[in-house]
Antibody
Framework: EVQLVESGGGLVQPGGSLRLSCAAS????????MNWVRQAPGKGLEWVSY????????YYADSVKGRFTISRDNAKNSLYLQMNSLRDEDTAVYYC??????????????WGQGTLVTVSS | QSALTQPRSVSGSPGQSVTISCTGT?????????VSWYQQHPGKAPKLMIY???KRPSGVPDRFSGSKSGNTASLTISGLQAEDEADYYC??????????FGGGTKLTVL
């Protein structure tokens, strides 16, 4: 059974930093691209970042570019999101999601349960 | 990219059909056949319901179907059931491995 478990969320002051983790199991993690998607309270979903299976290709939404860094450790079956210079508008539940991308496909087939990040003074 | 446009809410009675639209541009919905739909119950993670415009993952009832015409994609749920009440989000590939989501539609089963 595919499982994605996020951790690392919490309360942080504006301008602060936080590192999210996502532990993957039930599939060959090193063979799949991964993403972070967030959802502000009462709002819709927003794509945040993409990383390929080998970490060779990385993309960010404009809203987080230059402040967030996605990474992965295939030996530890883990995905990370380093978030710096946090702003109030970064407050959201952050989901890690496995993405199926390539020839004739692009969709998120498995999602974690999410971890809440609250940016507030 | 700007979010895709969905109606804020739709409703239907048990057994009826409802359709949720998702409008984008030629840079996302109209440019690729990579539209997916997600169901989200309150406090839960999104669940994939439709991918690549009209394909259903294993385990998703065939009451759920998807289509696309030009820059607008649609999700149709037939034979509405109480458990279908949830928020629904469309998503399209937008280039450079990025996805763009719709604002979400709240489905109420009357």
């Amino acid at each position: 059974e595919v499982q994605l478990v996020e951790s690392g969320g919490g309360l942080v002051q504006p301008g602060g930093s936080l590192r999210l983790s996502c532990a993957a199991s039930g599939f060959t993690f090193s063979s799949y691209s991964m993403n972070w998607v967030r959802q502000a309270p009462g709002k819709g979903l927003e794509w945040v970042s993409y990383i390929s299976s080998s970490s060779s290709t990385i993309y960010y939404a404009d809203s987080v570019k230059g402040r967030f860094t996605i990474s992965r450790d295939n030996a530890k079956n883990s995905l990370y999101l380093q978030m710096n210079s946090l702003r109030d508008e970064d407050t959201a539940v952050y989901y890690c999601a496995r993405v199926r991308v390539g020839a004739n496909k692009y969709y998120f087939d498995y999602w974690g349960q999410g971890t809440l990040v609250t940016v507030s003074s | 990219q700007s979010a895709l446009t969905q109606p804020r809410s739709v409703s239907g009675s048990p057994g009826q059909s409802v359709t949720i639209s998702c409008t984008g541009t030629s840079s996302d919905v109209g440019g690729y056949n990579y539209v997916s739909w997600y169901q989200q119950h309150p406090g839960k993670a999104p669940k994939l319901m439709i991918y690549d415009v009209s394909k259903r993952p294993s385990g998703v009832p065939d009451r759920f179907s998807g289509s696309k015409s030009g820059n607008t994609a649609s999700l149709t749920i037939s034979g509405l059931q109480a458990e279908d009440e949830a928020d629904y989000y469309c998503c399209s590939y937008a280039g450079s491995y990025a996805g763009v989501f719709g604002g979400g539609t709240k489905l109420t089963v009357l």
